[in-house]
């Protein structure tokens, strides 16, 4: 398989990548040279190649990018985790994407004072954020019997990327979090609570909480948004920070581990 030359056209939209001069993390860059590269290399057969590449290395330099793909280092950048470190206990601190300097200044600053933290950068609202936050016609509810819109309002359904609290009237709390619509997530709890006995829910964290505290009977629940964010990345580490904060019963703590774990996609 060849890259089709509408791959590469000069004056195309198809061609606009994160450019080299634009206000984003240097390794969002360093990610989008990989990305360009790899694109190239898994469409392509092993005699066109060179051909593939070479397209790329167009793209990238249409874009700002250095003609050999490599970006100067930043000489003031401050020293480089260990990645084989345990960092499951260090504090997440986010910080809004300013500059890379800005960035390594809180880093180093961390660093002087002895404070292990992992930094992490978060963008701004964009205005698709701003934009689809306030469509005025999602706030109807098109669904039948909604669970979700008595709890916290009209078109509350429909939202997407929440992270979200569900309190038993036991006292016990659940965080999570969904890229999808808040009523597809919320109904999958609701159903285990109500029928925590079904054979399909006997594993779920609500029938367990049944079996313990309710003697097997069905439970009330309730819900409350905490978040909205509708990159996956940022509301995992959301759903942490809450979960750090409110410390749930019925979490199994695993969403931290999971969020410390991939970390490094975010340095």
Request: with cysteine; glycine share 6%; aromatic share 4%.
């Amino acid at each position: 398989m060849v890259v089709s030359s509408r791959w590469y056209r000069k004056p195309s939209n198809k061609n606009l990548l994160v450019r080299m001069d634009s206000s984003h993390p240097t390794q969002q860059k360093v990610n989008t040279i990989r990305t360009t590269q790899k694109t190239a290399t898994g469409n392509s057969t092993t005699d066109q190649l060179k051909y593939s590449m070479d397209l790329a290395k167009k793209v990238l330099i249409t874009n700002g990018y250095p003609p050999n793909g490599v970006l100067p280092k930043n000489n003031k950048q401050c020293r480089q985790h260990d990645s084989n470190k345990d960092r499951s206990n260090h504090p997440i601190l986010p910080i809004p994407f300013v500059s890379d300097s800005v960035t390594n200044l809180v880093r180093s600053s961390l660093y002087q004072v002895g404070l292990e933290a992992t930094v992490v950068e978060l963008k701004g609202k964009s205005l698709r954020d701003l934009l689809v936050k306030n469509r005025l016609f999602d706030v109807r509810c098109a669904r039948r019997h909604c669970r979700v819109c008595p709890e916290i309002g009209e078109g509350g359904c429909e939202k997407k990327g929440v992270v979200y609290q569900i309190d038993c009237d036991c006292g016990e709390i659940y965080v999570g979090e969904t890229g999808r619509p808040l009523a597809d997530r919320f109904n999958e709890h609701a159903r285990a609570a109500e029928k925590p006995d079904s054979k399909s829910y006997l594993a779920t964290t609500w029938a367990k909480l049944s079996r313990e505290k309710h003697g097997g009977r069905s439970l009330n629940i309730s819900l409350k948004v905490l978040d909205m964010e509708r990159n996956t990345v940022r509301r995992k580490i959301l759903e942490g920070i809450h979960i750090k904060a409110l410390n749930p019963t019925l979490n199994t703590k695993e969403e931290l581990t999971d969020l410390v774990a991939n970390m490094d996609i975010l340095e």
